[in-house]
């Protein structure tokens, strides 16, 4: 018995859609946070999320880490060009991260 031959073109324009997607997500994030940023409502963003009951705060974490870590650095006492250096570290290495890798023929 033969297989059917299929190309996978589905599947792969199905992958690329959800990588380009998530790279959109990713990188409007960090366009939303620098926007933030600099209005000087960064400080508000990280009162709210530490305001929010823990199990609530936890979620948050978990579901938008990178931009929850950037927060909780930038509103450090630490000296602002270290913060400044890991924010943009942070921003830099999970967009590339994030950037819609080709895929693979098989």
Known sequence: MSKPTTSGSAVDVRRTRGSN??????AGMWVLFFVL?????IDDVANWIRD?????EI???????PWVLA?????TSWSEGLRLTLVILFAV???????PKPSQKR
């Open 52 to 56: 929010l009951p823990i199990l609530l």
């Open 93 to 99: 290495i999970w967009t590339i991260v994030s950037i």
């Open 21 to 26: 997607g998530w790279f959109g997500w990713m």
């Open 71 to 75: 927060t909780a650095v930038w509103t």
């Open 59 to 65: 979620l948050v974490w978990v579901v938008l880490f």
């Open 37 to 41: 940023l600099n209005s000087g409502r």
